[in-house]
T-cell receptor
Framework: AQSVTQLDSQVPVFEEAPVELRCNYSSSVSVYLFWYVQYPNQGLQLLLK??????LVKGINGFEAEFNKSQTSFHLRKPSVHISDTAEYFCAVSEAETSGSRLTFGEGTQLTVNP | GAVVSQHPSRVICKSGTSVKIECRSL??????MFWYRQFPKQSLMLMATSNEGSKATYEQGVEKDKFLINHASLTLSTLTVTSAHPEDSSFYICSASRRTGSVNYGYTFGSGTRLTVV
């Protein structure tokens, strides 16, 4: 079984500042890692994912994340945020080699970008 | 890209009635469909997992007779909330995954359904 811990429930930042949303995971098997964004009353949109290969993953909207196997982390970063980045962000993990494996989500981080 | 269409987006029903929520994968065949429930300001809670043509696997604590899941084809899965009560009011989200051999195409989420039982 896997578990995901998002270390910050709320992250307030000013516009154009850099941001890092932290995510740590626990698993006894190889995993795939994901970051999703959710706007109010909407479903989840994939920001980026790590399946294999380069540990630095670039996603949409200027976000990137780095897979660190030794620290079991997959932190999300953006060098300069916009007001429109205000949303809930979820880190998720699934088993890498199991067909139809479920996604296990963290508790979410509310990013609020202030002017 | 992969798209999952979820309908309705919002529904209000009377207590005791049943509500059906549909999820369709528009441009791919979903080998597995997941149904989640989300309470306000909380994470997604997996309710059940279904594979096409098979019975759904429910998570512990989820009543299978209350939340009926049908995955009759590779492009359509439905969740029916039977005899709904106000405590069933929530945001329901489906997710489809597709995997062919060693290639994992990831997960695509529907836009969610806000159910309000009055």
């Amino acid at each position: 079984a896997q578990s995901v811990t998002q270390l910050d429930s709320q992250v307030p930042v000013f516009e154009e500042a850099p941001v890092e949303l932290r995510c740590n995971y626990s698993s006894s098997v190889s995993v795939y890692l994901f970051w999703y964004v959710q706007y109010p009353n909407q479903g989840l949109q994939l920001l980026l994912k790590y399946l294999s290969g380069s540990t630095l993953v670039k996603g949409i909207n200027g976000f990137e994340a780095e897979f660190n196997k030794s620290q079991t982390s997959f932190h999300l970063r953006k060098p300069s945020v916009h007001i429109s980045d205000t949303a809930e962000y979820f880190c998720a993990v699934s088993e890498a080699e199991t067909s139809g494996s479920r996604l296990t989500f963290g508790e979410g981080t509310q990013l609020t970008v202030n002017p | 890209g992969a798209v999952v269409s979820q309908h309705p987006s919002r529904v209000i029903c009377k207590s005791g009635t049943s509500v059906k929520i549909e999820c369709r994968s528009l441009d791919f065949q979903a080998t597995t469909m997941f149904w989640y429930r989300q309470f306000p300001k909380q994470s997604l809670m997996l309710m059940a997992t279904s594979n096409e043509g098979s019975k759904a696997t429910y998570e512990q604590g989820v009543e299978k007779d209350k939340f009926l899941i049908n995955h009759a084809s590779l492009t359509l899965s439905t969740l029916t909330v039977t005899s709904a009560h106000p405590e069933d009011s929530s945001f329901y989200i489906c997710s489809a995954s597709r995997r062919t051999g060693s290639v994992n195409y990831g997960y695509t989420f529907g836009s969610g359904t806000r159910l309000t039982v009055v």
